[in-house]
T-cell receptor, first 111, second 113 residues
Framework: GENVEQHPSTLSVQEGDSAVIKCTYS??????FPWYKQELGKRPQLIIDIRSNVGEKKDQRIAVTLNKTAKHFSLHITETQPEDSAVYFC??????????FGKGTHLIIQP | KAGVTQTPRYLIKTRGQQVTLSCSPI?????VSWYQQTPGQGLQFLFEYFSETQRNKGNFPGRFSGRQFSNSRSEMNVSTLELGDSALYLC????????????FGQGTRLTVV
């Protein structure tokens, strides 16, 4: 089945700086890659997603890039703000396994 | 429109007991997926139901089962509970599963003692 690795597990950045979270996947048939944000005590919420026929997608301060050849995708957050502090999960959809999630990145925005 | 609703929010059970969790999806959504969330393992896929049929299944023992009703509401059952089953159980609904956006419920926090 699909296996998704996510790095780093914790990321601390200064407010206003950029943050990058990286994920790799194993199943070359995977074709959908969503990113979820989970604030403390709350449910995960989709923040951006990308399909395998696209290399990059942007939504205001958030962007995701996908390299199908290398089987990795990344989340980029620019001009970070305190409300960006949360746990971020990447996921990949492939085969019959449903969505396979990475183990999460705890993003800390330092004032 | 109403979001995904999970009941109960919290449960405490004893080892060996069984438990049933409920998930009401967003109106019009036919796919419901279940996930187990633990600090060490993150979010792990349990199974997906679509139109009352199990469509996908993760790598969990047979003690974990589920079903979906004609109104798309879904239940998850765990029999012979073990201490390691303590976790947050999340369900997510989407229009048709696959690459359509999944909306999560607040989860049910299960503690096995």
């Amino acid at each position: 089945g699909e296996n998704v690795e996510q790095h780093p597990s914790t990321l601390s950045v200064q407010e206003g700086d950029s943050a990058v979270i990286k994920c790799t996947y194993s199943d070359s048939a995977s074709n959908y890659f969503p990113w979820y944000k989970q604030e403390l005590g709350k449910r995960p919420q989709l923040i951006i997603d990308i399909r395998s026929n696209v290399g990059e997608k942007k939504d205001q301060r958030i962007a995701v890039t996908l390299n199908k050849t290398a089987k990795h995708f990344s989340l980029h957050i620019t001009e970070t703000q305190p409300e960006d502090s949360a746990v971020y999960f990447c996921a990949a959809l492939g085969g019959a396994d449903g969505l396979t999630f990475g183990k999460g990145t705890h993003l800390i925005i330092q004032p | 429109k109403a979001g995904v609703t999970q009941t109960p929010r919290y449960l405490i059970k004893t080892r060996g007991q069984q438990v049933t969790l409920s998930c009401s999806p967003i109106s019009g959504h036919r796919s419901v997926s279940w996930y187990q969330q633990t600090p060490g393992q993150g979010l792990q896929f349990l199974f997906e139901y679509f139109s009352e049929t199990q469509r996908n299944k993760g790598n969990f023992p047979g003690r974990f089962s589920g079903r979906q009703f004609s109104n798309s509401r879904s239940e998850m059952n765990v029999s012979t509970l073990e201490l390691g089953d303590s976790a947050l159980y999340l369900c997510a609904s989407s229009f048709r599963g696959g690459d359509t956006e999944a909306f999560f419920g607040q989860g049910t926090r299960l503690t096995v003692v």
